[in-house]
C-alpha cells in the first residue's frame, strides 16, 4: 500500500489544492484530510457523510462542588492558573473552587492529590471524525473541537481509519493532506508512509520553512520530494531552493506556474486537474512523478 503525505512548512501554499487534484488523478484511493485544525479538503470533494464519530481527546478535570471544602490545595498545584475560587457554596462552605475547562491542560495532579475526592476527570469530547463518499473514492476526514487540543492524536485516529478502508476494500493509495509546520500534528501525518511530498514557495520563508520540514523527515528517515509552487514569480529563488532540497537529500517532484484559474476551480468546488486551468497540466507531471 502506498501513502503520500503531502505537507508544507506554513499554510496557504497549495497543498490541499495538490491533494484534491492527486485524488482526482489516483485509481481507486482512499483519501485522509489529516489537517484537522484547519480541515478544507472537503470544499473541494464535497464529501457525503456516512459514517459519523465522537473524538475523545483527552481528560478534564471538574471540581464536584459538593464534595469541595475550599482548601485551596488544587490552586496552589495547578501551573495552568485553571482554577478559579469563584464556585457555588455548598452547605460546608460559602464558596467552592472550579476549573476553567479550556485552561485545564488535563494532567490529573489535582485529581490525585486532593485529599477529599472532589475532583473529577473523564475523558473530553474534542471534535468528531468522519468517514464519507467522494467523487473519488472514501474519505475520512474530522473536525476539532473550538479550543480543543490533541489534533496529534485525531490525526492518528484519521489515518488508522484510512488504512483500515483500504485494506478493507483492497484500494492501494492513500492519499493525506497533511497539517503545516513541523508540530505534532505533521509528525503524527508522516510517519510511517511512503513519500513525504513538500510543497513550498519561491521565498525566503518558503525556504526557510522548507528546511526545517526536511530537517523533520529526515529525522524519521522519511523519503520526501519538493514540489515548488508558483516557481515562476521568483525562478532565481526557486533555482536556489531546488539546490538546498537536493543537498538534504530530497528529489525535486516539479515545479507548478503561478496561474489565476486556481481561485476559479477553487470556487466551483473543483480540483484544479478537472479544470482547463495551465498549471493542470504541471500537476500532473509531479503525479506521475511521485505516484511511480
Not at 88 to 106: H, L, Q, S, Y
Not at 169 to 197: F, H, N, Q, W
Not at 216 to 230: E, G, I, S, T
Request: some cysteine; charged content about 25%; aromatic content about 4%.
Amino acid at each position: 500500500m502506498n501513502e503520500i503525505v503531502i505537507i508544507s512548512g506554513k499554510g496557504g501554499t497549495g497543498k490541499t489544492s495538490m491533494a484534491a487534484s492527486f485524488a482526482v488523478l489516483a485509481e481507486r484511493p482512499v483519501i485522509a484530510d489529516c489537517d484537522v485544525d484547519a480541515s478544507d479538503l472537503h470544499l473541494l470533494l464535497k464529501p457525503e457523510i456516512i459514517r459519523r464519530e465522537k473524538f475523545l481527546g483527552g481528560n478534564k478535570a471538574r471540581i464536584k462542588a459538593g464534595h469541595c471544602i475550599a482548601c485551596g490545595k488544587c490552586e496552589e498545584l495547578c501551573n495552568f492558573n485553571a482554577v478559579y475560587f469563584d464556585g457555588c457554596g455548598n452547605g460546608r462552605v460559602g464558596k467552592t473552587f472550579r476549573i476553567d475547562p479550556f485552561a485545564c491542560e488535563g494532567c490529573g495532579v489535582c485529581v490525585r492529590l486532593c485529599a477529599e475526592n472532589a475532583i473529577e476527570f473523564h475523558p473530553e469530547i474534542s471534535g468528531e471524525w468522519y468517514v464519507s463518499n467522494t467523487r473519488c473514492g472514501p474519505m475520512v476526514h474530522a473536525r476539532l473541537g473550538i479550543a480543543a487540543e490533541n489534533s496529534g492524536k485525531l490525526v492518528s485516529t484519521v489515518r488508522k481509519e484510512a488504512r483500515r478502508i483500504a485494506e478493507e476494500e483492497k484500494r492501494s493509495m492513500i492519499i493525506v493532506d497533511g497539517p503545516p509546520g513541523i508540530g505534532c500534528p505533521v509528525i503524527a501525518s508522516l510517519t510511517g508512509a511512503t513519500l513525504v511530498l513538500v510543497v513550498t514557495e519561491p521565498t525566503v520563508s518558503g525556504e526557510h520553512d522548507l528546511e526545517r520540514v526536511l530537517e523533520l523527515a529526515r529525522h524519521f528517515d522519511m523519503p520526501a520530494a519538493v514540489c515548488v509552487n508558483k516557481w515562476d514569480l521568483n525562478p532565481e529563488m526557486t533555482e536556489r531552493i531546488e539546490d538546498m532540497a537536493r543537498r538534504s537529500g530530497a528529489k525535486i517532484a516539479g515545479r507548478i506556474r503561478y496561474d489565476r484559474t486556481v481561485t476559479a476551480a477553487q470556487l466551483q468546488e473543483r480540483a484544479v486537474v478537472e479544470t482547463a486551468a495551465p498549471c493542470a497540466e504541471d500537476i500532473r507531471r509531479v503525479w506521475k512523478d511521485v505516484s511511480l
